[in-house]
């Protein structure tokens, strides 16, 4: 007996456009402050102003074509990535650890969670006040702590060999707590029943981890590490605030360098150009991580 499809009326089509108006306004922000200014970069890296910004002239892509000649630029994407493979492991790991370690209930937890959740809650200007402080070189605490072990005082932030690692663990203790918080999140959302059952079978706690835990994890690990990973290729505050590139450029990301560019040489154009090779790179990166690891993400 052949099937017979309700018509689909005016009421219909009606219910379907429901939605939208209340959507109106998230995308009307999505517009304003995300797809004009990428369009804008993109528009103003395809010209060349004078200094004070009061005549553009069409160069197509000049701009881009000058900026990949720079070998100062190739050295900010090599620090960048560098900073990136340093900072992101790190922050997820010890996001992972302290997000095992507060997601369950007992005796003193509040305390943890805490300490934790504080690096989320203080200022990026007041942790950089506080760690310029706790780390400088006559006077700081890392290195009285070094001195009593009968270890050398190092020059953590005024180094080229320290100053990028530095700030690495720095940005990587500033996300901890967001990264804990969405994590604990995802280990709340595992069914008790299924590890009470593996416990019941006989499997101990490490195999528990990474055959029940990890897997059921999955969806939001890889959406804390995707996060992650472009907040550290693009992170600023920090860097602007404790070192300001240096020292000798050490710490001269891609980001950083495309703010010197536009508001101290005054190469605005080429500062798009930068920004939008930015913005390039971190679109294939997401996508790159959506085709390697999204297929191994285990939906339950």
């Known amino acids: 007996m052949e099937r017979v499809l309700p018509r689909q009326g005016p009421r219909a089509g009606r219910k379907t456009l429901e939605p939208f108006p209340f959507l109106l306004p998230a995308y009307s922000l999505f517009l304003l402050f995300l797809i004009l200014p990428v369009l804008e970069a993109l528009w103003l ?16 892509f000049a701009n881009y074509l000058e900026v990949l000649q720079r070998p100062e630029f190739w050295h900010s994407v090599k620090t960048t990535l560098l900073f990136a493979l340093i900072t992101a492991p790190l922050e997820l790991l010890l996001g992972l650890l302290a997000a095992l370690l507060v997601h369950r209930s007992y005796p003193g937890v509040a305390l943890f969670r805490t300490l934790f959740f504080l690096t989320t809650a203080v200022p990026t200007a007041v942790a950089a006040v506080a760690w310029g402080w706790f780390l400088h070189p006559v006077g700081g605490w890392a290195n009285r702590l070094l001195t009593a072990l009968g270890l050398p005082p190092q020059a953590w932030l005024t180094s080229p060999e320290l100053a990028l690692p530095t700030l690495a663990v720095i940005n990587a203790w500033a996300g901890v707590g967001f990264t804990a918080i ?23 706690p490490w195999r528990r981890f990474f055959r029940i835990t990890l897997p059921l994890l999955s969806p939001t690990l890889f959406l804390v590490g995707l996060l992650v990973v472009l907040k550290s290729l693009t992170a600023f505050g920090q860097i602007h605030l404790l070192t300001r590139g240096g ?16 508001f101290f040489n005054f190469q605005v154009p080429l500062a798009a150009a930068e920004a939008f090779l930015l913005f390039l790179v971190l679109l294939g990166l997401a996508a790159l991580q959506f085709w390697l ?7 339950a």
């Open 182 to 204: 969405l994590l604990t999140a995802g280990l709340q959302n595992i069914p008790e029943e299924v590890l009470e059952a593996a416990t019941v079978d006989g499997a101990g």
């Open 293 to 299: 690891l999204g297929r191994r993400v285990h939906y």
């Open 45 to 60: 890296s395809l010209h060349q102003e004078n200094l004070f910004g009061r005549g553009r002239e069409w160069v197509g």
């Open 247 to 262: 020292p000798a450029e050490s710490t001269m990301v891609w980001i950083y360098r495309v703010y010197q560019d536009a």
